[in-house]
Structure formats: structure tokens, C-alpha cells
């Protein structure tokens, strides 16, 4: 089992540029989940999905979109990157638990 | 919306000693409250966690205890060790139904030998 995986690693974006993140799991897992970590500031979630087709905002959900087209992916948008959206963005799966199984993360810069 | 408080932001201790780190969080609803250890450079990972159902849970060294009446739950090593220096984070479920989880800012532990 590979887990919870991300792609890309990392990534450097100009202001405008638009990215997808993409993130899989293998683990059959219902719930899937967006947050990103910046120094100081913990894990904030952007956005999650209960399940296929289905999604619902976080915290810090403007400037993001998401779709959960099939069970095993969710991706992560930016359509006009920012300077603020700097960050360490990890992707998570659980269910049928609670525990969340995380990604190992996509540093993203934005210039 | 659910808020969550974690403190100390900072927590430097001696190797054998004992680490406190407490959270309180805002929703009465919130049932579910897990503990994650994030070495520098690595993916977060749960430690322990604890429901609403019970008020202390214990694995080894690492305890978790849940006062639901005042809202808070807090997490204890004892007889720290070199290598639970880390960053620790509290969560708290948002509400029942989902178990998306609300992050404390985390507590930046470090054991000194």
C-alpha cells in the first residue's frame, strides 16, 4: 500500500499561474481533505470531501477549488495563484476510523 | 465555527521529564480529539486520540485526558526522551456528523539530554 500520496513534490508558480495538486490513496478511505501549514499557523483545512462527487469548504477555502471525481483522488485548484498562498499544502484520507492519514505535503512558491 | 487554542506555543524541558500541552477548543458538539507529532520536514502523525465517551486514554508513555464540561483536553509524556522533540497538534471534530478536524497552532516540544 502506498498510503496517501501528492503530486508534485514541489512547485514554483509566477502571480496568475494556474496548478492542480493531485492527491491519491489506496486505502479505500471515504473522507479526503485539503489543508495548508504555514510557520505559526498550524494546519488549516481548505476544503474536504465526505465522499464521491461531493465536496465541502474549511477554514481558508477562497482561492481554491476542489473535485473528488473518483474516490481514490482528490484534487486541489488554484486558478490565479498568489503570493499568499505560499505554503506547505498536505493532503489527508480516513474513514472508516477517524484518524487521518496524511500525505507527505507539496511545497508550493508562489513569486 | 469550531476554534481551537493550544498552548504553550513553546515547551523546552529536561530528558526524563514530563510535557504538558493543553487545548481547549469552542463547539460542544465536537467528538473527537487526536493528538499529531510532526518531525521537521515530515507529513504529520497521529500519537493518540481520545472520544468524547471516555475521559483519559493511555499508551505508554503518552496520555490523553477530556474534560467536556470545560472544553478542553490535554496531552502528557512522561520521562521524555531526545526524540519526542517535535511539533505537537491538538484537533477537535467539527461537530458530530463529519470528522473533519479544526488544528490547534501546535506546541513546539524540545527535550534536552
Known amino acids: 500500500n502506498a498510503g496517501v500520496t501528492q503530486t508534485p513534490k514541489f512547485r514554483v508558480l509566477k502571480t496568475g499561474q494556474s496548478m492542480t495538486l493531485l492527491c491519491a490513496q489506496d486505502?479505500?478511505?471515504?473522507?479526503m481533505y485539503w489543508y495548508r501549514q504555514d510557520p505559526g499557523m498550524g494546519l488549516r483545512l481548505i476544503h474536504y470531501?465526505?465522499?464521491?462527487?461531493?465536496?465541502a469548504k474549511g477554514e481558508v477555502p477562497d482561492g481554491y477549488n476542489v473535485s473528488r471525481l473518483k474516490k481514490q483522488n482528490f484534487l486541489l485548484g488554484l486558478e490565479s495563484a498568489a503570493p499568499s498562498q505560499t505554503s506547505v499544502y498536505f493532503c489527508?484520507?480516513?474513514?472508516?476510523?477517524?484518524?487521518?492519514?496524511f500525505g507527505p505535503g507539496t511545497r508550493l512558491t508562489v513569486t | 465555527g469550531e476554534n481551537v487554542e493550544q498552548h504553550p506555543s513553546t515547551l523546552s524541558v529536561q530528558e526524563g521529564d514530563s510535557a504538558v500541552i493543553k487545548c481547549t477548543y469552542s463547539?460542544?458538539?465536537?467528538?473527537?480529539f487526536p493528538w499529531y507529532k510532526q518531525e521537521l520536514g515530515k507529513r504529520p502523525q497521529l500519537i493518540i486520540d481520545?472520544?468524547?465517551?471516555?475521559g483519559e486514554k493511555k499508551d505508554q508513555r503518552i496520555a490523553v485526558t477530556l474534560n467536556k464540561t470545560a472544553k478542553h483536553f490535554s496531552l502528557h509524556i512522561t520521562e521524555t526522551q531526545p526524540e519526542d522533540s517535535a511539533v505537537y497538534f491538538c484537533?477537535?471534530?467539527?461537530?458530530?456528523?463529519?470528522?473533519?478536524?479544526?488544528f490547534g497552532k501546535g506546541t513546539t516540544l524540545s527535550v534536552s539530554s
Open positions: 486505502m479505500n478511505h471515504e473522507y
Open positions: 463547539d460542544s458538539a465536537s467528538n473527537y
Open positions: 489527508a484520507s480516513s474513514y472508516p476510523t477517524y484518524e487521518q492519514y
Open positions: 484537533a477537535a471534530s467539527i461537530g458530530q456528523a463529519g470528522t473533519a478536524l479544526i
Open positions: 481520545i472520544r468524547s465517551n471516555v
Open positions: 470531501s465526505v465522499g464521491e462527487g461531493t465536496t
